[in-house]
């Protein structure tokens, strides 16, 4: 079965600072791996997506995330947070012909 | 460009009341819709899929039904809401399955 597993409920970062969100995945073949966002009250957009063309994947406002095999992980990063960088990140697999699933969430806060 | 619809924002109602959220989908067709519940603090829980017109698969046993009486319309309806009930409904949509899921703004029900 797949599944994802976000390491920290919780990460706290200053502005200005490098954010790093870790998700590993468990999966038997080489899934579709996918990062979201959600800001209160607001529906999930889709921040990037890894789907087995190049391993370090670039996504919008500045994210992007590696995949690595050997390590089974999909960390999320980016160099410097932004106050608007204050949300919930949710690392997803899917699995061909089947639906997402979705880790817990990461809640992201910035401190200025 | 695509983009999907869900109302109301929010809605209160009380207990033994029944409930229908509303989503519409423009811009493609035959999408496959899903409806997910958000706890409050939790991950996103499948409610319901459906992949064409009345076609319904139910992910959790509950007393919520779906229905989809349009190409990209999708309806999440109880007879009679729970305490339990309570949470964040949010509506999405997907070329197929195992693609990128495209989220509406969600529904924030209270249950009194």
């Known amino acids: 079965a797949q599944s994802v597993t976000q390491l920290d409920s919780h990460i706290s970062v200053s502005e200005g600072t490098p954010v790093l969100l870790r998700c590993n995945y468990s999966?038997?073949?080489?899934?579709?791996l996918f990062w979201y966002v959600q800001h209160p009250n607001k529906g999930l957009q889709l921040l990037l997506k890894y789907t087995s063309a190049a391993t370090l994947v670039k996504g919008i406002n500045g994210f992007e995330a590696e995949f690595k095999k050997s390590e089974t992980s999909f960390h999320l990063t980016k160099p410097s947070a932004h106050m608007s960088d204050a949300a919930e990140y949710f690392c997803v697999v899917s699995p061909i012909y089947n639906d997402m699933r979705f880790g817990a969430g990461t809640r992201l806060t910035v401190k200025p | 460009s695509q983009t999907i619809h869900q109302w109301p924002a929010t809605l209160v109602q009380p207990v033994g009341s029944p409930l229908s959220l509303e989503c519409t989908v423009e811009?493609?067709?035959?999408?496959?819709l899903y409806w997910y519940r958000q706890a409050a603090g939790r991950g996103l829980q499948l409610l319901f899929y459906?992949?064409?017109?009345?076609?319904i698969s139910s992910e959790v046993p509950q007393n919520l039904s779906a229905s989809r009486p349009q190409d990209r319309q999708f309806i999440l309806s109880s007879k009679k809401l729970l305490l339990s009930d309570s949470g964040f409904y949010l509506c999405a949509w997907s070329v197929k399955r195992g693609q990128p899921q495209h989220f509406g703004d969600g529904t924030r029900l209270s249950i009194l």
């Open positions: 811009g493609t067709s035959n999408p496959n």
């Open positions: 459906s992949v064409g017109i009345g076609q």
């Open positions: 999966s038997s073949y080489s899934p579709s």
